[in-house]
């Protein structure tokens, strides 16, 4: 048993990582905002079924208020912390990059200087495959050089990176960065490609794609990443950063056609050039996190889709 604080925890990745920690007998402490970037019902609704257990406490506050994470940290003793809050979303990033910077990398420092001043044992940092920005090199490998961010989102999250090692060298402060691709799976974030697409062909509406759709991207199930990350704590020592992906490409238009077909609809397409900050490729190397931490993603993109397609239906979101 552990006391693990999750930051962001009342979203997609932390609720699903929430429930897991518990049922293996874990204390959770969640620190969530609820912010508006997209609905708060959502996350409302993701927390419902976990606020009547005993190990699970939810708090409704801010990374940016240190106050709040001395009263937190001192109470509760504090483990772990994975880190998953974060603003997010690479297009919006470019529209407002003053709020990214402040979120994402003085509230991730706020956090790392609490872990260090309280005496965490682990902190697990969520990065993102966007760090590699425009990599020619595929698959992308954590030792591939990160330094031409093009979006803000991907420069914060650099950014986090950098100032998690640094507190790794001055406090020895055990960190993993772990640098998702593509997250998806049920209680999906709205504004995600995938929830958007079946959205709109479910409800007979048009869907958009950006550019000619041969843009590939790795998408990873939900329940593997919340495999890698739980394996993340476990093997938490001295400095590391690990891709969990699952290591293989769909193209866009093929990821539309597989949701369609899920769905049992023909999708309405209008095709638009190019959104700045876009990469055109993602494909994650796991064989550093298979090799070290024991990472083995399972579920596949056709089944993924058709997992998720279940659960929209059947909540008809």
């Keep these: 048993m552990q006391r693990i604080l999750i930051t962001g925890g009342a979203g997609f990745i932390g609720s699903h990582l929430s429930e897991t920690l518990l049922d293996a007998g874990n204390e959770v402490v969640v620190l969530d905002n609820f912010n508006d970037y997209y609905s708060p019902q959502i996350k409302r609704r993701n927390t419902a079924p976990l606020l009547s257990k005993k190990s699970y406490t939810l708090i409704e506050g801010d990374i940016l208020n240190t106050e709040l994470l001395d009263q937190i940290f001192e109470k509760s003793r504090i483990q772990v912390v994975v880190h998953l809050a974060a603003r997010a979303g690479v297009r919006f990033s470019i529209k407002e990059p003053l ?4 979120v994402n990398v ?6 790392l200087d609490h872990a260090r001043k309280y005496k965490v044992g682990k902190f697990i940092f969520g990065s993102s495959s966007s760090v590699y920005g ?3 090199k595929v698959p992308f490998s954590e030792a591939d050089p990160v330094d031409h961010p093009i979006s803000p989102y991907a ?3 650099k950014a986090g990176e950098l100032i998690c090692y640094t507190y790794h060298h001055l406090y020895q402060l055990p960190i993993t960065c772990l640098r998702f691709f593509t997250v998806y799976g049920p209680r999906q974030r709205p504004d995600m490609a995938i929830h958007k697409f079946t959205h709109n062909i479910y409800h007979g509406e048009k869907i958009t794609m950006f550019g000619d759709g041969s843009s590939r991207r790795d998408y990873t199930f939900i329940s593997d990443i919340i495999d890698g990350i739980t394996k993340s704590i476990v093997h938490c020592r ?9 290591s293989k490409t769909i193209e866009l238009r093929d990821l539309i056609n597989l949701i369609a077909h899920h769905l049992g609809k023909k999708p309405l397409i209008d095709v ?5 900050g876009d990469v055109t490729v993602t494909y994650a190397d796991i064989s550093k996190a298979k090799e070290e931490i024991g990472y083995d993603p399972r579920v596949g993109v056709d089944e993924g889709i058709q997992q998720f397609v279940k659960w929209f239906v059947e909540t008809a979101r």
């Design 99 to 102: 709020l990214y910077q402040k």
């Design 106 to 111: 003085e509230g991730t420092t706020n956090l």
């Design 155 to 157: 420069a914060t999250k």
């Design 272 to 276: 638009l050039s190019n959104q700045p």
């Design 238 to 246: 001295a400095y590391h950063i690990y891709n969990l992906g699952e």
């Design 134 to 136: 425009e990599n020619e």
